[in-house]
């Protein structure tokens, strides 16, 4: 059977009520939290795995899918109407849908975003549907060394490659990596850093972890600043619709984004927000009148493209996630998190012993993508409203429900405990310009790639050098040395200042 | 940014220098709970259980070491001065709650830290937050205990209402 049947099939069974259902609520709620100022996509999931706790998997799944794709669509209305994007992926978007609303223009940024992420998120869906076959088979031979080098070269890039600091982002990362030791080794079953204590030997929560540092430590940073005062929320003048030469401008840059979203997502090289900065400056540089002259103060180009290429790269993200259970950014780190409760694995084996769930994964992705459409455009003032929600109780309500997810899953006094722990540490981290998001991916990455490593070393017979005899591992190794490297580099000749734009602590 | 923040960029970073001590101790921990597995070994392949955390270990004392020499140099970024007393107000409420949760229940336990919460972005009223804290921590309840089967612990307040559940 071809991807197309696959997919058909997938379609037919998302259609059903059910599921049509779990997936409404998903995008839902994934638009409603997304749209909070100061909630990105990866603490959007976070907070809302508890609700798909009482689930079947397929369901739980299908909602979730709607989540990840709401959290994305919520978060680019917050940056059009508020300075201060809920996720790092829409920087680029507050810089020119930001000026178009303080225009006048809010309608149609908000149209070009929304119109742009749906036909952006089609296109790659398709593309994911048709791609994850092919890297299924590729992934097939895949041994564990190829693996395990695939791993590294994602630590390094979500750590190392980006951002301001090669050192900051390594110490993150080490911290993950660190935290993944606790509890009992897969392998041998010996207790790890365990000290005694029961509630240690199941390790630390991905999710505990996750919610811990995006919202009580974001709380906290954003408590502690001395200047906290409210963002002023943008109304919505006019229509929201787009006229003519907005369209005219507007569908190239969302094809552009596509494709320049799309790969990066795909590929273990960071997350959306390279993606939207790289679709920006392309469409500032091919911008043609008008928009070259609007560039700067509010160019519909500007909002068009990196919105695309965001949405994008969102589902170029499930590639790997889906094919290779390789998470590369925080957010598909929580969602791998989310397959695990269920017992499941992706990774090209969950193509073989649970296609039916997998396609219809890919299928409602699709729905999901037509539902936010139409939730979108139509009931977009509905949304604002939520963006006018005072401080206290919007940071209220998010602490609420991050201890809510965290007593749901293990209603324990050590839980909340971790809770609070990673809560200042996360607000440590972010006084002190560490990143966040390779603590989450080394936690749940750590783990693979050492038993990886350890199958990888058992075939061999302890040989260490059985990693560069296989030209993928040897590859993928040489790669992640010189995106550790290069930076580091760039950085002492004074050129890093690219990287340090690309870096976000969100995503 | 003024002279000061300059001129304290220039002196040894005290705040970077106890990042490192804690990142050295963090991979002294692993170390030493490594050497108490090492005697497992590893098998034929030479890589048992304590090598993962050797490993991360070592990185971690050589990122100390690293740290150190850029806190000594003052090449860390200048840091948002920061108010301690609203973070007192959260770290305070999230405490409550941990500590109450089993005995108050989830509605009591998280209303107030919700307040709390509140307090520290500036709703001073106690009196007020703490019961629209509470209500709407009930209200919660009774979606994600009662309708999605999640457990969240009950108190005198939900067995008020519902005198059946655990």
Redesign the interface.
Known sequence: MSSFDFLMQGLGAALDPMLLLYALIGVTLGTMVGVLPGIGPALTVALLL??T??LDPAGSLIMFAGIYYGGMYGGSTTSILLNTPGESASIVTALEGNKMARRGRGGPALATAAIGSFVAGLIATLLLAFLAPHVVKLALVFGPRDYFALMVLAFVTVSAAFG?ST?RG??SL??G??LA?IGI?Q??G?A??AWGVPDLLDGIEVTTLAVAMFA?GE??A???????TDDEVIAVKGSVWMNRSDWKRSWVPWLRGTFIGFPIGSMPAGGADIASFLSYSTERKLAKSPGKEEFGHGAIEGVAGPEAANNAAAAGTLVPLLTLGLPTTATAAIMLAGFQQFGLQPGPLLFATNPGLVWSLIASLLIANLMLLVLNLPLIGLWVKLLSI????L???I???A??GT??AN?S?FE??L??VF??MG?AMR???YPIAPVVVGLIL?PMA?QQ??RA??I???DWTTLFQSGVSATLLALSAIALLLPLVLRAIGRGKALSQFGGDED | MNGDDLRFQRRPDR??LV?ALI?AG??G??LF?AAR?AD?G????????A???RV??I??VL?AI??AV?AVLGK??A??????V??F???G???F???T??IAG?SIA?GV???F???????RNLAF?IPV?IA??FL?WLV?AQL??????AGPLEHLFFPGVK
């Open positions: 508890p609700v706790y009482g301001d050192l390594l110490t080490f911290v990596l660190a030791c080794d392998l041998t010996q790890r850093l009580v709380a906290l954003i408590a502690g600043n001395h200047a906290g005072p401080r206290p109780w940071y209220a309500g602490l609420m429900f201890t809510l007593i749901g209603p006094a909340l405990g809770l609070l809560g200042i607000y006084l002190f310009g750590g050492e490593l350890r070393l058992s061999s017979q302890g | 705040a970077a990042i990142l963090l991979g921990v692993l709970d597995l497992v590893g098998g034929y392949s030479g890589v048992g259980p090598s993962a955390p991360v270990g990185g971690l990122l690293w740290t850029e860390f970024p840091r948002p001065r920061q108010d301690p609203p973070l107000w959260i770290v409420g999230l405490a709650q941990l500590v949760l089993k989830f998280t830290m919700f307040a919460t509140a307090r520290a972005f500036g709703k937050s804290g709407a921590s919660v994600f999605l089967m999640l457990s969240l612990p």
